[in-house]
């Protein structure tokens, strides 16, 4: 029930969020600003553009309607999720129903860009590629970088030092632990930095014949998305120092803080992120009057559903996006290509992950004896103790309190190292439900471990019991 | 100032670049002595190999256009020289000019009445400047 109520307040308002921004972009008044329509250019001719304009507005009026349809059919889903009790088919609607809606939200923007395009193919004459220019800014070329090194050298420089000086600090399996968690937010500073470094060296767009509008314009832009993952990285920074302060501490509730910690932070970012789209959409908004149509070329066929750019010709691996602001890449180009592959890893691990969820909390547990070796076996073999090396053998109907460290710890199943509370590390393979455990110590490990039901247990205790006093 | 680059066309890449630096050379949106974009900076901003921009820079050196030294990079050059008239290349280009024009059923004072408007709206462009 926790994690459903956790999920609900991280996810559910962001789905409503990205609602709200998906359906900004379908807007005449905000397509009207880039001059692309559904993904799509409005033909030059002036009788073309008008009937072209004319019909995206009645797809404008289709695509609202579609828009609130995607909603009434997936806002309730979340509801009905927070009655199964099972972690793992909780988890896997949750990230189904997450991906789904964001795909389903793309479907009345595609509709619109469909129609659009096929009245497009019928009346409009496309401009063979031979025929078409591309435009650059012949002043302050590489010099319109908005990204110094010192800016964001303090915020990497603290991560780094918050992530070392815990893992060198942390002399305990427990505190160890979080060192990779803190490693990663320290790594993902760095990372804010290079995709900051990166977006800098975008090429000045030629929006107008007078370069002081396309380098004023360039400038803004970047620096806009300079404070943005300036603000990003300055985040991130506080996380990984207020981690590295509080976790691995006995007296602080690491799920509590890992939580509240990852809420807050998300909730902070994505009103950053909001922030930004608005200051760009104020800034395309300021330079629409600036703008020369016929500077910008047709090139409807490179962009795959109006979203997803793929140009052999163009060696940028980055462009201006047509949806919305910020840039798109393009996927012709070995980064392009690198990035798309990651993207779709990214995507595809999704349902692995779920499947692995369902399948480690459904598949019973094992504990069996076998040549004098005591076997643990769930979906690979996790423990194998030579019971000879099993010292201070005990039943027990009480199982300590503890928290993961490393590995499992669902309603039915902890496996893994678990950290006791105000006690030491141990070695965990029970099901937390039963009311009979065996703990014994082994090779100086501490272990917890029970069958997958209780007379599972008791049959093997016994088993153990008479093979160490034999021994 | 905006280069148009335009991929398939039949004259190189080169020549384009170094076309409209001309251009924009003689219609002032470039002023004598301003600093040009390094060979590696403009290509990668074109999106092209360093090469074609090296060639162009190159031409327009040997024509007199830019000046190229090791501290300062490439410049417009700070003045011309005067020519005694055009060049073999350009009068082969006029001649073509001519030509097409005459096909297109021009007559002579209607091409050379073209030549002055544009002529002339290039001094005004630059007396503006």
Redesign the interface.
């Known amino acids: 029930m926790l994690l459903d109520i956790i999920f609900f307040i991280c996810m559910y308002p962001v789905n409503f969020i990205l609602y709200f921004v998906y359906k900004s972009f379908g807007k005449m008044e905000n397509m009207r600003k880039k001059g692309i329509y559904y993904g799509l250019h409005a033909p030059k001719e002036e009788e073309l553009r008008e009937a072209f304009l004319a019909l995206a507005e009645e797809q404008e009026a289709l695509f609202l309607r579609r828009m609130r349809w995607c909603l009434l059919a997936t806002f309730w889903i979340p509801f009905v999720n927070l009655l199964i009790p099972s972690v793992s088919i909780d988890f896997t609607i949750w990230m189904l129903w997450f991906v789904g809606f964001l795909g389903l939200l793309m479907v009345p923007y595609l509709c619109a860009h469909k129609v659009l395009r096929a009245w497009k193919r019928e009346h409009v004459v496309v401009v063979?590629?031979?025929?078409?220019?591309?435009?650059?800014?012949?002043?302050e070329?590489?010099k319109v970088r908005r990204v110094r090194p010192v800016l964001f050298l303090i915020p990497v420089a603290v991560s780094a030092a918050a992530a070392v000086s815990y893992t060198i600090g942390s002399r305990d399996s427990y505190a160890g632990a979080f060192s990779y968690l803190i490693i990663l937010f320290a790594i993902i500073t760095i990372l804010f930095y290079l995709l900051a470094l990166w977006m800098d060296q975008q090429?000045?767009l030629?929006i107008s014949?007078d370069?002081n509008v396309?380098l004023n314009f360039a400038r803004a832009k970047k620096n806009h998305w300079k404070n943005f993952w300036l603000f990003c990285a300055w985040c991130n920074t506080l996380l990984t120092v207020g981690f590295a302060l509080l976790l691995g501490k006995t007296e602080v509730a690491v799920g509590s803080t890992v939580l509240v910690g990852g809420i807050l932070y998300t909730m902070v970012l994505l009103a950053a992120a909001l922030c930004t789209l608005k200051k760009l959409r104020a800034l395309e908004e300021e330079y629409r009057e600036k703008r020369t149509e016929e500077?910008t070329p047709d090139d409807d066929e490179h962009w795959l559903w109006g979203i997803i750019y793929y140009n052999k010709?163009?060696?940028?691996s980055m462009v201006e996006a047509r949806v919305g602001i910020g840039t798109a890449m393009n996927l012709a180009t070995p980064i392009g290509k690198i990035m798309n592959l990651l993207a779709a890893v990214a995507i595809l691990s999704i349902p692995i992950f779920c499947l692995w969820m369902i399948l480690e909390e459904f598949t019973p547990i094992q504990l069996m004896i076998e040549d004098k070796v005591l076997v643990a076996e769930h979906l690979d073999k996790d423990y194998e103790i030579p019971v000879g090396d099993i010292t201070e053998l005990e039943l027990i109907t009480e199982r300590p309190k503890m928290s993961k460290n490393s590995g499992t710890a669902m309603d039915t199943l902890y496996k893994g190292n678990f950290h006791i509370t105000y006690g030491s590390d141990c070695e965990v393979f029970l099901n937390p439900q039963n009311d009979y455990f065996i703990t014994f110590v082994a090779e100086d490990t501490l272990y917890y471990m029970s069958a997958a039901e209780d007379a599972g247990t008791l049959t093997l205790y016994e088993s153990l019991q008479k093979i160490v006093e034999n021994q | 100032?905006?280069?148009?680059?335009?991929?398939?066309?039949e004259i190189p890449i080169y020549q384009q670049i170094r076309d409209q630096?001309v251009m924009?050379i003689s219609d002032g949106?470039?002023q004598p002595g301003e600093a040009?974009?390094?060979v590696r900076?403009?290509a990668?901003?074109?999106?092209?190999n360093s090469m074609t921009v090296n060639k162009a820079y190159q031409l327009l050196k040997l024509q007199g256009y830019i000046v190229t030294d090791r501290r300062n990079g490439a410049r417009v050059a700070s003045s011309f020289e005067a020519a005694e008239g055009l060049s073999k290349e350009n009068r082969e280009l006029l001649k073509r000019l001519i030509s097409e024009a005459k096909l297109a059923g021009m007559t002579q004072e209607e091409f050379l009445e073209e030549c002055r408007l544009l002529y002339q709206n290039q001094e005004s462009e630059n007396a503006q400047e």
């Not at chain 1, 590629?129 to 012949?138: I, K, M």
């Not at chain 2, 100032?1 to 066309?9: H, L, T």
């Open positions: 063979s590629e031979e025929q078409r220019s591309s435009y650059t800014e012949l002043h070329v590489g090429k000045v030629v014949e370069s396309n500077l010709q163009d060696k940028h | 100032m905006v280069i148009a680059i335009r991929d398939g066309s630096i924009g949106r470039l040009l974009p390094t900076a403009l990668a901003e074109i999106g092209i």
